[in-house]
């Protein structure tokens, strides 16, 4: 069989279902948007923190919760080949920074602020801004106890989406309280559903007994009613728990934040105590919540740490960058500075070395590049130079050569004013090129 026949034979690949290619220019979007993020962080104190994609699965299965749902239907679970230990991608990133904390001692001379960014996966339905390969960004503060760093928490979100210019985000805020509160709120909604069981649906009926809190975060119209009337979290704490509450409440609106209570509120994963949070839109139809945390003082105990106090948010990104697609707001789209325009292949070597030249000088210049027969007509390059979004073309023709100098035609004013600048001393007219934006 020839090369050709075997050619004509090969399929092209695919992305997998729910993991998309992130393609220019719209990665210069999630470039922007990551360079806010680490600015914002740093202004805060947070550092950052790289943990492995994949971890034992039984990290997930203890730390995010057995009956949750992303460990009963939506991790990506696989068996090592070499030792058949179970291993998982990573659905979330908590229980992963825990982890590092405990094994490498983060926490030992005092509190630490934590945040990453990085791939997630979830085996569950592609939809908009929901996807089986996902974008989190998270913040962790371990070791610190009290109400002021959970409101720092929401203050951290709270700013970032004020840089980034978002409208109609609203917070809403709950405690769940501490374990033998949620105990005695789960024996009574246990009590409460079971007398209304033909009124549950079939994933309701499965909850009950495992995860009855998770009934309370049902979408399902026909079950609107009966959830309102269940007993509420809130009436169950303590003093203690209700105070916590009450400060995180207080120092919100003393800074000027805007917050609701929502006694529904109770997130989904196992290891949260006291405050919860989520951070809200409706201008995405179903994956309105851009942003959920909240505290987990238990979570070191229960994967063999030190009791340490902990709070915490996740933020899917691609839900952000399409509230931003969505408010029209602008996100930069990265373009250079300048395109080289180069008549012929005998030009290319001082081509080269001026735009060198000119990036040292902080100056983003594109070149236009191929051999001999393929860099094209002039009037060729001139197209792709605007099509670059330069905001200046670069001119290495035969006259501007023969004067050791290059054309410098402005591509964005509609004046096509051109200037000759001397390629003797690049850097005194390289800023002259530069981005004002």
């Known amino acids: 069989m020839s090369q050709k026949e075997m050619s004509a034979k090969v399929e092209p690949f695919a992305a997998v279902k729910g993991m998309n290619d992130i393609l220019p220019p719209d990665s210069a979007r999630w470039e922007w948007l990551e360079d806010k993020v680490r600015s914002l962080m740093g202004l805060y104190a947070y550092r950052n923190i790289r943990t492995p994609i ?12 057995q009956s949750t749902d992303i460990v009963e239907k939506e991790m990506y679970s696989f068996e090592d080949k070499l030792n058949g230990e179970s291993l998982t991608l990573r659905p979330e990133n908590t229980p992963g920074v825990v982890r590092a904390a405990i094994e490498h001692n983060l926490t030992y001379a005092g509190g630490q602020r934590l945040y990453y960014m990085g791939p997630m996966f979830r085996h569950e339905r592609p939809q908009r801004g929901r996807y089986r390969q996902f974008y989190q960004l998270g913040a962790e503060a371990l070791g610190f106890s009290g109400p002021a760093v959970d409101v720092e928490m929401m203050l951290l979100v709270h700013e970032l989406f004020a840089n980034l210019g978002l409208r109609n985000v609203r917070i809403e805020l709950n405690s769940l309280g501490l374990p033998v509160e949620r ?19 079939s994933e309701a009926q499965r909850r009950l007994h495992t995860n009855p809190l998770r009934i309370l975060d049902t979408k399902n119209p026909a079950m609107q009613a009966l959830v309102q009337q269940a007993p509420q979290l809130l009436n169950y704490l303590g003093d203690a728990s ?67 106090p902990a709070v915490g948010w996740g933020m899917g990104l691609e839900r952000v960058l399409e509230l931003i697609k969505t408010q029209g707001q602008g996100s930069r789209v990265l373009v250079p500075d300048a395109y080289a325009v180069i008549a012929d292949a005998s030009a ?63 591509l964005r004013d509609g004046s096509g004013a051109q200037v000759i600048q001397s390629l003797a001393d690049v850097a005194s007219w390289a800023p002259t090129l530069q981005s004002r934006t």
């Open 183 to 201: 105990q005695a709120h789960r024996v009574a909604l246990i009590t409460y559903f079971e007398q209304q069981l033909e009124l549950l649906d």
């Open 242 to 308: 209700l105070a916590h509450f009450d400060t995180v409440k207080t120092l919100l609106s003393s800074c000027g934040v805007r917050w609701s209570v929502n006694p529904r509120l109770v997130r989904g994963l196992d290891y949260y105590s006291h405050t919860v949070f989520e951070f809200l839109t409706d201008e995405l139809g179903a994956q309105g919540a851009l942003c959920g945390g909240g505290r987990y003082d238990g979570l070191f105990e229960l994967l063999g740490g030190k009791p340490t």
């Open 348 to 410: 290319m070597a001082v081509a080269l070395q001026t735009l060198q030249a000119l990036r040292a000088a902080g100056v983003s210049v594109q070149m236009h590049a191929g051999g001999a027969a393929a860099l094209g007509s002039m009037k060729s390059q001139f197209k792709k130079a605007d099509i670059s979004g330069a905001r200046y073309a670069l001119i290495f023709g035969p006259d501007e050569l023969a004067q050791n100098a290059v054309t410098v035609k402005s």
């Open 54 to 65: 994949v971890e034992p699965t039984a990290l997930f299965e203890r730390g995010t919760g």
